[in-house]
C-alpha cells in the first residue's frame, strides 16, 4: 500500500489520474449497485434485501430527523449518501488498497459540498441580506471574524478526516514493515508475526476508527446545516 497517491492513467497533455480517481469512481459504483439491486422488484410486504434496504433508510431518516429537526428531513438523502461514500471510502484498507479519504483532495471536495449546503441554507432562511446582518451580530467588527470562522471549516473539516485516516495507514505501514522485518530477523519459516500480530490494529484503523470517522463527519455535516436552520427559527 503507497501512502501518497500514485498516477495510474497520464494523458499527453499533462492531465492525469490517480487511484484516488479510480476507487473513488468504484466505490460510487458499487453504492449504486447495491442501491438498484435492494430496490429491485419492490414489495408491499417486504422480505430479505428489501427488509435491510428499509431499515438502513429508514434508519438514516431517523437519525436526521433527531438531529435536524422535521425540516431537515429533506437532507436525508444527501445525508446517507455521504455517510456510506465516506464509510467504504474508509475502509478500502480492508483490501489492501489506499483509502480514498487518506487524500486530502477528496475530503476538502465532500467538505466544500457540505459547506455550500450551509450557506445555501443561510441564504434560505435569512436572505442575503439578513445574513450578512447576522453576521455582524452583535457588533459590527465580528464581521470579519465571522467571514474568516465560515470559510475556516471546509479546512478544518476536511483535515480533520483526512489526518485521521492517513494517521491510520501510515501505523499500519509502519507495523507491518517492522514486523516483516522481524520476521526475517528470527528466520521465522513463515510470516507468523505478520499475519498474527497486526489484527488488533487492523480491526482499530480498517473497521472501528472508518465507521467513527464517518459518523463524525456526517454527523458535523448535520450539526451545522441545522445551525442556519434552528437560529432562524428561534427569530420568530
Known amino acids: 500500500m503507497h501512502i501518497g497517491?500514485?498516477?495510474?492513467i497520464k494523458f499527453d497533455n499533462g492531465?492525469?489520474?490517480t487511484n484516488t480517481v479510480c476507487f473513488g469512481i468504484i466505490v460510487a459504483v458499487i453504492l449504486i449497485v447495491l442501491a438498484l439491486w435492494s430496490t429491485r422488484r419492490m414489495k408491499?410486504?417486504?422480505?430479505?434485501?428489501q427488509v435491510i434496504a428499509e431499515t438502513v433508510v429508514e434508519g438514516v431518516y431517523n437519525m436526521v430527523k433527531a438531529t435536524m429537526g422535521p425540516k431537515g428531513i429533506n437532507y436525508a438523502p444527501y445525508i446517507g449518501t455521504l455517510f456510506f461514500f465516506v464509510l467504504f471510502s474508509n475502509m478500502l484498507g480492508l483490501f489492501g488498497q489506499r483509502p480514498v479519504t487518506a487524500d486530502v483532495?477528496?475530503?476538502?471536495?465532500?467538505?466544500?459540498?457540505?459547506?455550500?449546503l450551509i450557506q445555501r441554507q443561510a441564504l434560505k432562511s435569512?436572505?442575503?441580506?439578513?445574513?450578512?446582518?447576522?453576521m455582524a451580530q452583535p457588533y459590527p467588527f465580528m464581521?470579519?471574524?465571522k467571514i474568516i470562522e465560515q470559510l475556516s471549516f471546509p479546512i478544518s473539516l476536511s483535515f480533520r478526516l483526512f489526518g485521521n485516516i492517513l494517521g491510520g495507514v501510515i501505523v499500519i505501514e509502519m507495523l507491518l514493515e517492522g514486523l516483516a522485518t522481524a520476521s526475517e530477523a528470527l528466520h521465522l519459516p513463515i510470516p507468523l508475526l505478520d499475519a498474527v500480530i497486526p489484527l488488533p490494529a487492523n480491526f482499530f484503523f480498517d473497521i472501528f476508527e472508518p465507521v467513527l470517522q464517518a459518523f463524525i463527519f456526517t454527523m458535523?455535516?448535520?450539526v451545522f446545516i441545522t445551525m442556519e436552520i434552528a437560529t432562524r427559527d428561534e427569530e420568530h
Open 5 to 8: 497517491p500514485q498516477i495510474v
Open 15 to 17: 492531465i492525469f489520474i
Open 44 to 49: 408491499k410486504v417486504p422480505d430479505g434485501k
Open 105 to 116: 483532495n477528496t475530503t476538502f471536495a465532500l467538505a466544500a459540498i457540505t459547506f455550500v
Open 126 to 134: 435569512y436572505g442575503l441580506i439578513g445574513k450578512m446582518k447576522e
Open 143 to 145: 464581521f470579519p471574524l
Open 220 to 222: 458535523l455535516t448535520m
